[in-house]
Structures are given as structure tokens and as C-alpha cells.
């Protein structure tokens, strides 16, 4: 392998016409930057920031407006074929055929790259045994979990051999024990076959797995570095502190968030809160902020350092104080959603088996598991968008199972894949969507002028939906969600794919939303976003796992020395140890 690098750019420039605005948008803005070779190299930024435009130009699918672009020597605008018979790309969407089987679609993409005859049968059992899809080469892709498609996507992606992996965003969507298998594959491929890997990742966990990682923000290349590097710019301002008696941890959260001056960043963290304090915030203004909780301080990471960087770019802190108080909801214990006994078929597979819990009103409620473990299901028999093949299903004090369209004039649901009219407005879907929650006149117009403010999405009106980028997008699906003041807000995945800074402003919204009193179900794979839920339920092959606190479930893990337990290690550990015993009783039968 050449110690060459596997691409190099020199003011690089990209823009793009949208429709409704006069002048194009600056997708790349002067971008100079040397990925090294036969290592992993992670593109970072917020939504909107270039990684995807950059991805595009260096796979030769788009061309730049100025600069050059060099690709394993070769000048990609010049010689676009050259370049593309020599890389491999996956898109963020993938074109699986969903009617073939695993084995077919892996024929189709060799015949696509000419992979002659006498090389298909010693890389296939390779990518097979790396992905562990050899027991599943008949089943059409159709019927694949979520993280078994993203792994028959990267074989597909490897059916030849490259000398440079792109990968776009390849984790989104992906639960937390898939996510760590398909690392495990790239790993490999840069460790045992020396290919240079470029990937843009939302998770900065992921990131710091890199040699070298470019963080991007409006188009510009804003820094770059290893990790350590990155990490360096939060040294000695990360702490963590232990919420007051009776208070939430995102509720404290929400107070330091709401003072940037004092605080750059702040999360829920295994019951604390950790954060980022300004490098000159005044020692009194935090203690009033903290209000006795004492701080100790703790090791900066990646995610700290990204942070502290995007947060000093003019406009970037754009989290909204909320004018709801940062105090739980008044505890009334009431009941709003029952689950009894429930049990989802379709024809002789249990999607959903014998599940039960409660949700009272004002909590928020997880709902956690691998891809297909059948929580989907059971969020969409809540949503009373699919009925339940047996069991007692109440919701905002409506069996679902006789009157589904009288409960859902009293939730609201964002779906995981934006489902909004991407060809209209962003003010013609609100009024369209407002008008079928039976809004008019007035109280529409009021309410659209409110959740365009409370959404930062005011002077956006105009835009077409289908051209936003996807934080703009998440925010039109919440507003539009939110527009008729459900008493249930159900969210099915949706920081899915979204970048540190935009996750940070919906849950401050979410945090609100459960303090003013409305109940938030909702369905997710990143870990410490398990750590906002009052309580959260884990399932698996249909079946319930784990119920209760994130401290109780957490308490399940598996202790790493040296290292606290989260709940991404409880996660895998409870998935892992009922498959296995799963595993036992079926070799037993």
C-alpha cells in the first residue's frame, strides 16, 4: 500500500440551485484536506455541514464548481470511471432488492463490477463469515433486520476488492449490537487488508475509533486532527455532577444548558449530568447553576472537544430555553397508557408476545431493542395505527382495540422516516397537517406562527420540505406532530441519523414538553438517550427483557473495570444473555 494519500482536495467549492431561493446554496466553501492511506478517516458535522457533498464529489457523482480533487492519484473530475472502478461507496440509502434473497443480491452487484467467476466464491465466504450471513443466503433482503441489511449493504459495497471504502453514515438507524458488529468488519478490513476507509458518522463515539477526523460545519472544513487532538480543546473543563434529592438528572440538565454563558454542553450521564464548562465562566454564576451539586472533574472526550468547537461558531448555540418550568410535572400517578397481556401475529409469527407495562402521564418512556425486536410493532399497535391481535390496549383512557380513531385525535406521532409532503412548503404542510386535526382559521394560524418560533423554523416557510437538510426536516415533523397540543406524543426513532448539536435541542424540547405535563413515548438506538426516560422498557424476539428506571436497568451490567456501566453495555449484555440462553433451550428441544 502507497504511502500516498488516498485523497487529497484543494479549494474545493460546490453549489447547488433550490428551487424558491434566488441565489445557490454553498454546499463546500473552500475545503482543503489529505486523507491518509490504509487507515480509518471520519467526516463530522452538523446537519447541513458538506460531509454527504464531499462523499459525492470524491466517488465521482457530482463534479466541483472550483478546486481540485484528487482520488488514489487520479483527478476525479477529469476521470470519474477511473476513480470509480477503483473504490467502493455506501450510500446512506443503500439499493438493496428487496425480492432477492442475500445470495442473489450479492450475484447481482459482482455481475454489476465484473467480479470474474474463479474470485466470487473465496470472497463470498469471506464477506459471508465477517457479516455472519451465511446461515441467512436464501432469505430475501426483504426479511432482514435493519442491522442485517446495513451488513448485506457493506458485503454488497465489498463484492470486489477497493483500495477506498466510502461509507455515508453506514450505523444510522442500527442498533447498539449490530453498530458494534459492522465496526467490527471495518476494523478488519483496514487492520488485515491495509483499505483506506472514509466514513461520515453522527456518532462521535464512532469517530474517536479513527485515525484522522475532519470536522465540517457550513460547508467549511472547520478542524482536523487525531482524536486526541480534537479531545485536547475540552481539557480541564469536563465534570461531572450528581442531581439535588427529587430532581431528574435532565432536569438539571436542562438548567445548565439553558446558561451558555456558564456552560458549553451538558448531558445525562448514568444518573449525573455531565458537562462542559466555559474555559472563563464565573465560579459563582456555575455554583448558582449547580445549586449544591457537587462537580468532579473527568476526562475530556472526542465528543467534548466537538462541542466546544461547534459551540464557538457564531449561531451554532441555538438550544431554546423553554418558557415551561424545568420541574417534573405535578405527580398525579395517573395512568394514560395500560398494556396488558399484549400480543401482535402476523400469520404464524409473534411479532409481539404477551407484553405488559403502564405509562403514566408527564413520563417519558423508552421503548429499546435490537432491529427487529418488535418494539416498531408495539409502538405502532399504541399509535393505533395497527390493531393488536389479542390483549387489553388503552390509551388517553380509549380501548384501542374498539376505537382507535377516537385516541388518536389526542396523540401525536413522528414517524422515523420523514412523512410529510416533501414537494410542498414548509408552511403548506403545517396548514395541510393542521387542518386534518380539525385547526381553522385563528387558533391554525396562531398555532403555526407558534411552532414555527418554538422550531426555529421562521423564515423557512417558503422552503420546499423534500429539499431540507435532515435537522430541518426533524424539526417539521415535531412541529407538525405538536401543532394540535396532544395530550401523547409517540417518536419512533427520531434523532435517527442527526449530529450532536440537533439531538441536544430536541430533547431540551422533549425535557419541556414532559415537564408541562404531555407523555412522550418514544423509540430509539442511541444509548444515552435512554437516559432522559423516567422508565424504559428492552425487548427482543418479541418478547420484554428488562422494565424500569435507566438506574435499575443499568444496574445489569456487566462491570468493565475501571469504567462506570452504561447502558449501552446493559443493553448488550441483557440482549446478548437472552439470545443465548434462547439459543440453549432451542439446541435442548
Known amino acids: 500500500m502507497s504511502d500516498s494519500p488516498a485523497l487529497v482536495a484543494q479549494g474545493l467549492h460546490k453549489r447547488f440551485a433550490v428551487k424558491g431561493k434566488p441565489a445557490p446554496v454553498q454546499a463546500l466553501q473552500d475545503v482543503s484536506l489529505a486523507v491518509p492511506s490504509g487507515a480509518l478517516s471520519a467526516f463530522v458535522g452538523p446537519d447541513g455541514a458538506g460531509k454527504t457533498t464531499l462523499l459525492r464529489l470524491v466517488a465521482g457523482l457530482l463534479k466541483p464548481d472550483e478546486g481540485t480533487l484528487q482520488v488514489l492519484g487520479i483527478d476525479v473530475a477529469r476521470e470519474p470511471q477511473a476513480v470509480q472502478d477503483r473504490i467502493s461507496y455506501m450510500p446512506q440509502r443503500f439499493g438493496l432488492y ?4 442475500v445470495q442473489e443480491n450479492l450475484d447481482l452487484y459482482a455481475d454489476l463490477h465484473g467480479v470474474p467467476a474463479d474470485l466470487r466464491r473465496e470472497r463470498y465466504a469471506r464477506l459471508l463469515e465477517m457479516t455472519d450471513l451465511a446461515r441467512f443466503t436464501a432469505r430475501p433482503a426483504g426479511k432482514l433486520s435493519g442491522g442485517m441489511k446495513q451488513k448485506l449493504g457493506l458485503a454488497c459495497t465489498l463484492v470486489r476488492s477497493p483500495q477506498l471504502l466510502l461509507l455515508d453514515e453506514p450505523t444510522v438507524g442500527v442498533d447498539p449490537l449490530s453498530r458494534r458488529e459492522l465496526w467490527q468488519i471495518v476494523e478488519q478490513l483496514v487492520r488485515e487488508e491495509r483499505l ?17 477526523v475532519f470536522v465540517m460545519h457550513d460547508g467549511r472544513l472547520l478542524s482536523q486532527g487525531r482524536p486526541e487532538e480534537l479531545r485536547a480543546r475540552a481539557d480541564g473543563l469536563c465534570f461531572v455532577a450528581k442531581a439535588p434529592e427529587g430532581m431528574p438528572a435532565r432536569a438539571l440538565q436542562a438548567r445548565l444548558l439553558d446558561d451558555p454563558s456558564v456552560v458549553v454542553d451538558a448531558v445525562p450521564e448514568g444518573g449525573d449530568v455531565r458537562f462542559i464548562r466555559q474555559p472563563k465562566a464565573d465560579a459563582g454564576a456555575l455554583d448558582a447553576l449547580l445549586q449544591g451539586a457537587a462537580a468532579e472533574p473527568v476526562p475530556a472526550r472526542l465528543e467534548d472537544g466537538f462541542m466546544v468547537l461547534l459551540r464557538g461558531q457564531a449561531g451554532a448555540s441555538k438550544t431554546r430555553a423553554s418558557t415551561a418550568n424545568d420541574l417534573p410535572a405535578a405527580e398525579s ?10 400480543v401482535r401475529r402476523f400469520g404464524d409469527f409473534t411479532a409481539v408476545a404477551s407484553t405488559s407495562f403502564q405509562v403514566r402521564r408527564g413520563e417519558i418512556f423508552g421503548l429499546l431493542g435490537p432491529n427487529g425486536a418488535g418494539k416498531t410493532t408495539t409502538f ?12 387489553f390496549l388503552q390509551v388517553a383512557g380509549v380501548n384501542l382495540r374498539h376505537a382507535r380513531a377516537q385516541a388518536r385525535s389526542r396523540i401525536g406521532y413522528v414517524s422515523q422516516k420523514f412523512a410529510l409532503y416533501g414537494n410542498l412548503t414548509v408552511a403548506e404542510n403545517l396548514s395541510f397537517f393542521g387542518g386534518a386535526y380539525g385547526l381553522r382559521g ?20 417558503d422552503a420546499t420540505s423534500g429539499q431540507l437538510p435532515g435537522g430541518f426536516k426533524q424539526r417539521l415533523a415535531m412541529a407538525t406532530g405538536l401543532l394540535h397540543e396532544p395530550e401523547i406524543l ?8 442527526t449530529d450532536a448539536l440537533a439531538r441536544r435541542e430536541f430533547w431540551r424540547r422533549i425535557t419541556a414538553l414532559a415537564a408541562a405535563g404531555v407523555t412522550v413515548i418514544i423509540t430509539t438506538h ?14 427482543d424476539a418479541g418478547k420484554l427483557l428488562a422494565i424500569g428506571t435507566p438506574q435499575e436497568v443499568r444496574a445489569r451490567a456487566q462491570p468493565t473495570p475501571g469504567r462506570r456501566p452504561n447502558m449501552e453495555d446493559a443493553f448488550i449484555g441483557i440482549v446478548s444473555q437472552a439470545r443465548a440462553q434462547a439459543a440453549g433451550q432451542g439446541a435442548a428441544a
Open 196 to 212: 483506506s476507509v472514509v466514513v461520515s458518522t453522527a456518532y462521535l463515539d464512532e469517530a474517536e475509533r479513527c485515525a484522522q
Open 490 to 497: 409517540f417518536l419512533d426513532e427520531p434523532t435517527s441519523g
Open 380 to 391: 405502532r399497535m399504541l399509535c393505533g395505527l395497527l390493531p393488536a391481535s389479542s390483549g
Open 526 to 539: 442511541f444509548m444515552e438517550e435512554a437516559e432522559y426516560c423516567d422508565r424504559i422498557v428492552i425487548q
Open 333 to 342: 400517578g395517573e395512568v394514560v397508557i395500560e398494556v396488558r397481556d399484549l
Open 98 to 101: 428487496e425480492d432477492l434473497s
Open 442 to 461: 385563528d387558533k391554525l394560524r396562531s398555532r403555526v406562527r407558534a411552532v414555527l418560533g418554538e422550531f426555529d423554523l421562521a423564515g423557512q416557510e
